[in-house]
Structure formats: structure tokens, C-alpha cells
């Protein structure tokens, strides 16, 4: 579906625990060679009792040299997930959890997990504060880090949904913080046939060369899996 | 309280201030009191979406045994019929327990984030709009520690609202913030009205209250002048405003945001103490603006003088001894902001600059 779209970077997302380990028994016969970037998302609610099971099944991940994106939440024993070192990639949360969500909150989790790397969550940090205060501060404070961007708007039931214009409006003055070699992928809920679309509002977004002469970015896109 | 520049200050000043220390701790117990008293009768009572937040003595951390309890219910989200019913009944908890707020005030009800962020000057900024925006920057906490998130973006909401307004951040050498003037003249705008209104009141009461009025005006309604002109000035002057290097527009305003907002956490006096070691304020000045302050504070926390003061007119004020007291005391406090903003070689320029015209 996406070779079609002219997407060369993926995220597979294994949200709920349940479909982790069919997904990563899986990851051997799935053709991704099309894609030049590949991350995997590991579930965002988890029993702690199965934390242990989880890292397990993502040291097979990370063997292949994806980033694994993580909801800090989830998080129970901080020594278990070093393990997967510089492929552990932290996500900025909503405003319904309780961590993650501010610079202030996301250095202690990097001071645990020294050799995390960081996806920045746009839809995330503009519900959490709509100026993008935080937003610029994060890139900022963890530009050494960030490895892959999310992007979509974020609704009012704190759903990840298609791009509006006020989500656009602040990305755009985002955009010039982002440095244009990182993979982005899409994370808005939409019907195959708006997929296209969506990537090309998204290309409006991060090529906008009317704010402070951006030049066209190596663009990865992707529609989540 | 152990890391707050007032209680450095005091440390250093090695004075004694009873009353303001005794009034920044029942602050503390009061806060905790509220929430625990609506957590305990009204549960679940905070969202994601609404906060209540409270002005006046309680947050600049002057509350006395007196004192009225000015709150509101705000709400960044979506319009919900409930949130008057969950108002209303926030209110009937916290009327049995302190002294509501003047009815006719701004305060005991719903306040919606858009009227405040959008509504900054043009007809539709009505006083009452003008007064919860500007208390909601100089003198606001939100109550408990799960329902800071709504108070927080429309806290930052404004302020950088007012910064969006300014088309220029940095001063010409490009090293240093400018001091965001369309904030300024709110907060000055704000001061004129808030003495126009005290001429007002004194018509529409009849004369009653005048004395504690008077009071407040010279104290605690000027600290809170006083501390909003500081606010603005330490844009420019304060190493902690750096603007990043090889940042765009956007950016710099969003560490300005961050800037003026941490400035707003701190409370008046802690402003005004702030800025007493950071411009080098000369100590007997500092001594006597806290001085004042603890006497206000201290007069404040008796009830005898506090009530002798509500029903004193102002043509008996000349032959009042407490407010002789009140002269003597605000005095003080007036002739140590003089220093700060007449004396001090980098705050009274700005004063020139930005005070007046």
C-alpha cells in the first residue's frame, strides 16, 4: 500500500501487548526492503508482569538496527530497557499521562536511560501546550537525540487524527527546528484513499521555504503501520 | 519557601519579618486545606481540561485570618453545560468554609480560556476580562498538584499572546531581549484602572470601606504594579532572558514565554525580592520596602484594625491614628520603590523609557 505512495520510511506498531510477539515472529517473512527507514512501536499499556517478555522480544528488533519507540509510561524496570541501548527511543507524551510530556519532565528519563535516543511526538506537544513553548525547548534541549518525528493533529478525546489547518499552522512554525534529515512518519487515523493526501500535507508543512528559507528536506514518509 | 529570593533576602538582610513569614505558611496550609476540603466532599472535582485557580491574598501568599477567597474555575476545553454545576458547587464548599469574594467582582465563577486569550484589548476586553487575565499572570496558583495542566497552557496562552503582538523581540545588537511593550501597557493599563476603580467604588459604597481600600491600593495593589513593571523590565536585563543563538522568531518567543512565565511563578514580593539582589538595590531601601510590607501584613492580621479601617470615610482619615499608620507605612513602602525604579542606574532608564509615555 505504501510502495505505491512513495513513502521509504515505516513504523511497525505493535500497540496493545498482545500483538508483540506475533509481529516480531512475523518480522522475518515481511519484504521492507523498500524502505530506507524502518522503526517499531512497542505497546504503549502494558502489565508490568510482562516486562521482562516484552525487552526480550524487542532485543530481536533492535538486532536489525530499528529504532523501538517507547512511551516512558510503560517503563517499570529502567535497568531492563537499557538494554536495548541507543535503539530505546523515548516518545514526548499527551496530556493524559502523567510523564513525558515537558523538557522537565523527559531529562530525569534520559538521565536514566543515558543512551535513549528521542521521537518527537508533534501532535503531543502542541495539545500539551498550543504556544509550542515546550515544543521548541524539546527540540532544542534533545536535538542530539531525536531520531524520528510523529506527526498528526492530536483531538479533543486525545486521538491521533488527520491534519487541520491549526495543526499545520503550528508545525510549519516548527518546521525550521527540525533538521531535515530526520525520518517522519505519519500517525494520522485516515482512509486509504486520504493517504496520499495526508503525505502531501505534511510535505507542505516541513518544505515550506517562506519561513526562514527551509530548503526541500530528504523527506521520509510513512504511513504508520 | 527555602529556595524563594524573598527568603534569601531576608537571610541576607538578617531582618525580621513575623508577619511575612507567618502569612506565606497559612498561605501553604490554606492551599492544602482547599484541596483537601473539595477532595474530600466534591471527588474527581479537577480534569485535564479545567483547574481551579485562586488570586489575591492566598496566591501572593498574604493570606490573613480575614481574608476573602478569590477563585474561579477555569476551563480549557471543550464548553460542557456540567462546568457551571461543578462550579456552583464548588462554590457552596468553599462559601461555607471562607469569606466569599465581592459578588459583583470578577471572581466565584467559570472563566473560559478563549475570552482571556483572545480578548486583549478592543471592547470586548471588559474590566472583568482585564483583571482575571492580569491577576491570572501577577498573582494566580492553581490549586493541587493534579490540576495544573489547563492553568498552564492558558497561562502560557497569553503570554505569548502578548508577545505575538510584539514584531520585534530583540534590541538592535540582536544580544538582548526588547521589553515586551503590549504586555507593559496591559500591566500599567491595568494599575490606572485598578485606581480608577478604587474613586468608583468609593461612589458606588457610599464612602464604606474606604480606609482598607486605601490601604491595599498603597501596598498591595502597588507591589503587584510594581512587580509586573520588574517582570517586563528583567526581559532585558536579566541573564536568565537570554535569547538562543541561530533561533528563529518562533523560537526566541517561545524562551520568552518560558522566561515570563517562570518570572510569574514567583509571587510579588518574591519579584520584588528578586530584583533587589539582582540590581544590587541598596540594602536600607530593601529593609524598609520589607519593613512596610510586614506593618501592611501585620495590620492586616488584626482584626480590630482591619475592621476599624473598612468602616473608616475618608474625611475622618486625618484624625485616625491607624492610619497615620497607614501614611507612615505606605510611606516607606512608596519612598523604597523609588528607589528601585528612580535610583537604580539600569531600572529607573527603563522607567524613563517605558513608565510614562
Redesign the interface.
Known amino acids: 500500500m505504501l510502495n505505491e505512495k512513495h513513502a521509504d520510511a515505516v513504523e511497525l506498531s505493535a500497540l496493545r501487548e498482545y500483538e508483540l510477539p506475533e509481529l516480531v515472529s512475523a518480522l522475518p517473512s515481511l519484504d521492507l526492503s523498500s524502505f530506507k527507514y524502518v522503526s517499531f512501536h512497542a505497546p504503549s499499556t502494558m502489565n508490568a508482569a510482562f516486562e521482562p517478555t516484552t525487552v526480550e522480544l524487542l532485543e530481536a528488533v533492535v538486532g536489525r538496527g530499528w529504532q523501538v519507540i517507547v512511551h516512558p509510561d510503560v517503563i517499570v524496570d529502567w535497568e531492563l530497557w537499557k538494554k536495548l541501548g541507543q535503539y530505546l527511543c523515548l516518545e514526548n507524551m499527551d ?2 499521562k502523567a510523564v513525558g510530556q515537558t523538557v522537565d519532565q523527559l531529562e530525569p528519563l534520559f538521565k536514566a536511560l543515558p543512551e535513549a535516543s528521542f521521537c518527537f511526538d508533534l501532535g503531543h506537544v502542541r495539545q ?6 515546550e ?3 524539546i527540540l ?1 534541549h534533545f536535538k542530539n537525540r531525536l531520531r524520528q518525528i510523529h506527526i498528526s493533529d492530536v483531538n ?1 478525546d486525545s486521538r491521533h487524527a488527520e491534519l487541520t489547518i491549526e495543526a499545520m499552522l503550528a508545525f510549519k ?2 518546521a ?2 527540525i533538521p531535515p534529515t530526520i525520518p517522519v512518519i505519519i500517525e494520522s487515523r485516515v482512509s486509504e484513499s486520504q493517504i496520499e493526501s495526508e503525505i502531501q500535507l505534511v510535505r507542505e508543512i516541513l518544505d515550506d521555504d517562506n ?2 528559507g527551509r530548503r526541500t528536506p530528504n523527506l521520509t514518509q510513512a504511513i504508520s503501520a | 519557601m527555602s529556595d524563594s529570593p524573598l527568603r534569601l533576602l531576608i537571610d541576607r538582610l538578617d531582618i525580621q519579618v513575623p508577619h511575612i513569614l507567618q502569612c506565606i505558611e497559612e498561605s501553604a496550609g490554606v492551599e492544602r486545606e482547599v484541596e483537601g476540603l473539595l477532595s474530600r466532599t466534591r471527588s474527581q472535582w479537577v480534569s485535564l481540561d479545567t483547574s481551579l485557580v485562586v488570586f489575591g491574598s492566598l496566591a501572593r501568599g498574604e493570606w490573613t485570618p480575614h481574608s476573602d477567597l478569590d477563585w474561579t474555575y477555569l476551563i480549557d476545553g471543550q464548553a460542557n453545560s456540567d462546568h457551571l454545576t461543578i462550579a456552583q458547587e464548588i462554590k457552596e464548599v468553599l462559601e461555607h468554609k471562607y469569606v466569599p469574594p465581592n459578588p459583583q467582582g470578577a471572581f466565584a465563577s467559570l472563566v473560559f480560556s478563549h475570552e482571556l486569550i483572545h480578548k486583549i484589548g478592543g471592547q470586548d476586553d471588559t474590566n472583568r476580562n482585564t483583571t482575571q487575565r492580569m491577576l491570572l499572570l501577577l498573582e494566580s496558583v492553581a490549586i493541587g498538584n493534579r490540576a495544573q495542566e489547563a492553568y498552564e497552557r492558558v497561562v502560557r496562552g497569553v503570554i505569548n499572546r502578548y508577545l505575538e503582538e510584539d514584531p520585534r523581540l530583540l534590541t538592535k545588537d540582536r544580544t538582548r531581549y526588547k521589553v515586551p511593550r503590549f504586555l507593559l501597557n496591559d500591566i500599567v493599563r491595568f494599575w490606572r484602572t485598578m485606581a480608577v476603580d478604587f474613586a468608583s467604588k468609593q461612589r458606588d459604597r457610599g464612602g464604606k470601606g474606604w480606609g482598607l481600600r486605601n490601604f491595599k491600593l498603597r501596598m498591595s495593589r502597588k507591589l503587584l504594579f510594581a512587580s509586573g513593571l520588574l517582570t517586563c523590565f528583567g526581559c532585558t536585563l536579566d541573564p536568565d532572558a537570554h535569547p538562543p543563538e541561530d533561533a528563529d522568531i518562533d523560537e526566541r518567543r517561545a524562551y520568552l514565554v518560558r522566561y515570563l512565565r517562570n518570572q510569574f511563578c514567583y509571587t510579588p514580593l518574591e519579584v520584588l525580592a528578586r530584583a533587589a539582589i539582582l540590581y544590587r538595590i541598596p540594602e536600607d531601601a530593601s529593609v524598609r520596602l520589607l519593613s512596610a510590607y510586614d506593618g501592611f501584613l501585620e495590620m492586616l492580621r488584626n482584626e480590630g484594625i482591619r475592621e476599624g479601617l473598612d468602616v473608616l470615610r475618608a474625611e475622618d482619615a486625618a484624625k485616625d491614628k491607624h492610619f497615620e499608620q497607614v501614611r507612615r507605612i505606605s510611606r516607606d513602602f512608596q519612598s523604597a520603590l523609588d528607589v528601585y525604579f528612580f535610583e537604580n542606574k539600569e531600572l529607573s532608564a527603563l522607567t524613563k523609557r517605558y513608565g510614562v509615555f
Open positions: 496530556k493524559r500539551v501546550d498550543p504556544t509550542l513553548t515544543a521548541f525547548l532544542r479533543s512554525r516548527l525550521p527546528a519561513r526562514g
